[in-house]
Nanobody, 123 residues
Framework: QVRLIESGGGLVQAGGSLRLSCAAS????????MGWFRQSPGKERDFVAVITRDNMTYYADSVKGRVTISRDNAKNTVYLQMDSLKPEDTAVYYC?????????????????WGRGTQVTVSS
């Protein structure tokens, strides 16, 4: 069983930065791709970024250039550095393990979701 715990969310003004962390336990962390998704009230859970086990990174167009995903296998932790935040970035941010080799954008190809961390960006 894998357990993921997100942290680092909070309230920040537009233009500010946050670094989210996702600590993993229970499996060999380095064997898996790790993704970040976000969800606003009444909306679907949307892809934000993924880092593969080979450290390839992919980003949603909406965050490209403002967000950086990274991982520290020694600490079993994946990070999401978010800069130049906008009010539309407000959401609950979730991390998850990539379980399938299908689309990197599909939430259904990920599992072991954490409980999320709230990010609120004020204008």
């Amino acid at each position: 069983q894998v357990r993921l715990i997100e942290s680092g969310g909070g309230l920040v003004q537009a233009g500010g930065s946050l670094r989210l962390s996702c600590a993993a336990s229970g499996r060999t962390f380095s064997n898996y791709g790790m993704g970040w998704f976000r969800q606003s009230p009444g909306k679907e859970r949307d892809f934000v970024a993924v880092i593969t086990r080979d450290n390839m990174t992919y980003y949603a167009d909406s965050v490209k250039g403002r967000v950086t995903i990274s991982r520290d296998n020694a600490k079993n932790t994946v990070y999401l550095q978010m800069d130049s935040l906008k009010p539309e970035d407000t959401a609950v941010y979730y991390c998850a393990v990539r379980l399938c080799t299908g689309s990197i954008y599909a939430a259904m190809d990920y599992g072991y979701w954490g409980r999320g961390t709230q990010v609120t960006v004020s204008s």
